[in-house]
């Protein structure tokens, strides 16, 4: 599976979160990054060159720090530029069709304002909308947003969860799933295996052993229990 | 969680001298999974018995 993560940034250079970000993937050879604000030229992109980059992706992330409840205004150009109407209307060319397209915005507020009655009102759902809507008319499938609020306080244990979390968000092929997400982290550890010791190596081993194990037992359990189930039906 | 305490120190003995944030992230995650894997585990298979011993299939 390809990624694409498009940020949008007007402070790109100076962001700790987007240094943090660009770090916790670029290892990853089917994730690719692209800095519009580096793209850009006065303001224009190239739309058959964009329009080509587009297509060679299964999952399109949209990156960038939450102003106004909505994108920096160069992301907003770009989907004005690039998003054409055959290109992107399912019904017509259709280029997208059938990719993910997700959103991972940034947040100074705390998540937890973004709720009806909290500080902010809406919730981040109902602000991504317009996302949204795009890849429905599209033909996407638009996955669960990926929310990163306060980096500046965040604890060392805390981007250490980050960094897990986006690298899932970015390469898992079914963000939703325990299963999935298991065997996502089990092929991590597989990978991060060279980098150690033999020694350690063979520590490392017993341990995915372990949780290789667990992984089939509640796979057999839960297909012992569907079977119950159908039976009850 | 307790029967992942063995886990949780052969992690924290494999990040020991490692310097690569990455590479001690993704270790360190590993403590939380096991520990869900643990949870669901008990779930499910409390589930199980649960539906084994149903009264209704007395």
């Not at chain 1, 402070?11 to 993937?25: G, K, R, V």
């Not at chain 1, 959103?103 to 100074?108: A, F």
């Not at chain 1, 970015?170 to 991590?188: A, C, H, M, P, V």
């Not at chain 2, 307790?2 to 052969?10: D, F, G, I, R």
Request: aromatic share 12%.
């Amino acid at each position: 599976m390809k990624t694409l993560v498009i940020v949008s940034h007007p402070e790109y250079d100076n962001s700790m979160t987007e240094s943090f970000l660009n770090q916790c993937q670029n290892d990853i050879e089917e994730v690719d990054w692209l800095v519009l604000d580096h793209l850009e030229n006065n303001y224009e992109f190239d739309v058959d060159e964009e329009q080509k980059r587009l297509v060679k992706y299964d999952r399109i992330l949209f990156q960038f720090p939450m102003y106004w409840y909505s994108s920096p205004a160069l992301l907003k150009k770009y989907e004005d530029d690039i998003f054409t109407r055959s290109f992107t209307y399912a019904n017509e060319d259709g280029k997208l069709k059938d990719k993910e397209l997700g959103i991972i915005t940034t947040l100074g507020e705390p998540l937890k304002n973004y709720t009806v009655g909290g500080s902010e009102g809406f919730s981040i759902n109902e602000i991504l909308k317009p996302y949204q809507a795009l890849a429905f008319k599209a033909g996407m499938k638009f996955i669960k947003p990926f929310t990163v609020d306060q980096f500046a306080y965040m604890t060392d244990d805390e981007k250490s969860k980050l960094l897990v979390d986006y690298r899932n968000y970015l390469t898992n092929e079914d963000i939703n799933g325990f299963g999935s997400k298991q065997r996502w982290y089990l092929s991590q550890l597989k990978q991060l295996r060279n980098n150690l010791s033999s020694e350690k190596q063979a520590k490392l081993d017993i341990i995915i052993d372990y949780l290789q194990d667990n992984y089939d037992r509640l796979d057999e359990i839960k297909w012992e229990l569907d079977m119950i189930k159908k039976e009850e039906d | 969680m307790e029967e992942n305490a063995w886990l949780n120190q052969e992690v924290n003995n494999l990040k020991k001298g490692e310097t690569s944030f990455k590479l001690l992230s993704i270790l360190e995650g590993t403590k939380s999974l096991a520990a869900e894997q643990s949870k669901r585990l008990q779930q499910a298979q409390d589930e199980l018995d649960g539906r084994t011993w149903s009264p209704d299939k007395w």
